[in-house]
């Protein structure tokens, strides 16, 4: 099963694109985790590219700013291009197929 569940903050605000019959969101998600190494606090950042097709888009849209806290469930999704200097780029992105704010626990 491909299943995804992260909870963090949007990096940015969500950017569409606009299709003759569907719409793409994307916007990135940092993760962070937190351990003790040493008995010093430390904390790492993750960054995620999120994307999101159709209603889901239109939702991400509506509901996506940076800053927001954010839970995303969806699916891994790998795929690759060649760039302009011809070389191929390897792309990790989670599908979205819910997402809905999250009040911070304290």
């Given at each position: 099963m491909n299943t995804v569940t992260l909870v963090g903050n949007a990096g940015g605000n969500v950017e569409v694109l606009k299709f003759d019959k569907s719409k793409k969101?994307?916007?990135?998600?940092?993760?962070?985790?937190?351990?003790?190494q040493n008995n010093e606090e430390k904390t790492v950042t993750s960054w995620h590219n999120i994307i999101a097709w159709g209603k889901m888009a239109e939702q991400c849209e509506a509901l996506i700013s940076k800053g927001k806290f954010v839970k995303v469930e969806g699916k891994l999704v790998y795929r690759n291009y060649m760039n302009k200097d011809n070389q191929k780029v390897y792309v990790t992105e989670i599908q979205a197929y819910k997402v809905e704010e999250v009040n911070r626990q304290a």
């Open positions: 969101a994307s916007f990135s998600l940092a993760t962070n985790e937190r351990f003790k």
